[in-house]
């Protein structure tokens, strides 16, 4: 018989069946109980449930057909009944002329503990990925109303002259030779009697209700912006002169709901329609333009529609 006592590693020594002859003293101390209680018992005794499976499937057929195995990871059940991690060497030999398995056990407490530490990092990897993903879109949700608001009239909720250029140059980007805009500049006529004989808050609340009937008269491709003070502005890409006066007249309709402190309001209109130009300075022009028929519709009576020749 090997004198197993002397090797520094619990070994064990079982039949081909799995049943075991003997233990060495490394191993009852993983095991405890003494070594006669053992003999004749099979190796399923000695393992938790999980590992007694594996062995049943795929431990013993490998040793049946390959005559060994190395680094299989198993749990035995300790002598307090924990379980104890442990990595698994077997060989199929001849010992004294009878068949057996010899078997050494290396205890893997650290590489448990080392796994456990790499499952808690991986957790704790995922939990901070998710918390980064949703600080980041947070971040984007805030750079996105940021950028809104930059675009933004605060008091209106329109767009605003930046806005406007922006629509603009995408629209001269995208369209080419034969296509045309349009542009309508509305101003409200005596704004200014409003805030000097019912101050500035009922001013504010008749901006308001004057940029939400701008809103319904444009059309869905429209931009309508807050030019500034009473000044606003309708933008109408791919539209002619004829398109934008229909614009022009709901303009007038929907704002003839609009009552203030004052009484009704009206409006001027300078409507301005031009074929596409590649020109930095296309919507400049335009809104010079369109301001001029402002002027003369004031001029003219006001509460009416100019077209700029």
């Given amino acids: 018989m090997l004198a197993v006592d002397d090797i520094p590693c619990a070994v064990m020594i079982t039949d081909l ?35 007694r499976i594996f062995s049943q499937t795929h431990l013993f057929p490998t040793l049946h057909h390959a005559a060994v195995v190395r680094e299989i990871y198993l749990h ?33 407490r650290e590489r448990s503990r080392f796994e456990a530490e790499l499952i808690r990092a991986r957790a704790d990897a995922q939990s901070l990925a998710q918390r980064l993903a949703a600080s980041n879109a947070q971040v984007e949700e805030q750079n996105r109303h940021l950028s809104e608001l930059s675009l933004s009239d605060p008091l209106t909720g329109l767009k605003n002259r930046r806005a406007l250029e922006l629509a603009a140059q995408q629209w001269q980007l995208r369209e080419g030779e034969g296509a045309a805009a349009s542009l309508l500049m ?45 000044e606003f502005v309708i933008w109408l890409p791919d539209a002619d002169a004829q398109a934008a006066a229909r614009v022009a007249q709901r303009v007038h309709e929907h704002i003839e709901r609009v009552r203030t402190a004052a009484g009704h309001i009206t409006v001027s209109v300078g409507l301005v329609s031009g074929p596409h130009e590649a020109a930095p300075d296309f919507l400049a022009r335009l809104v010079k333009r369109a ?10 009576g006001r509460n009416r529609t100019v077209t700029s020749p």
């Fill in 186 to 230: 509305v101003d409200v006529d005596h704004f200014k009697r409003i805030n000097d004989l019912h101050g500035h808050p009922e001013g504010d609340r008749a901006l308001i209700a004057v940029a939400r009937q701008l809103q319904a008269s444009a059309r869905g491709t429209d931009l309508v912006a807050r030019y500034g003070g009473e």
């Fill in 76 to 108: 035995l059940v300790g002598a307090d009944g924990e379980p104890v991690p442990v990595m698994v060497n077997a060989v199929r030999k001849r010992n004294e002329g009878v068949d057996t398995i010899i078997w050494a056990f290396f205890v893997a």
């Fill in 291 to 300: 301001d001029e028929a402002v002027y003369a519709a004031k001029s003219q």
């Fill in 17 to 51: 069946q799995g049943h075991i002859v003997r233990l060495n003293r490394e191993f009852l101390a993983l095991v405890g109980a003494e070594e006669a209680s053992w003999q004749g018992r099979s190796v399923d005794a000695l393992l938790t449930p999980a590992s």
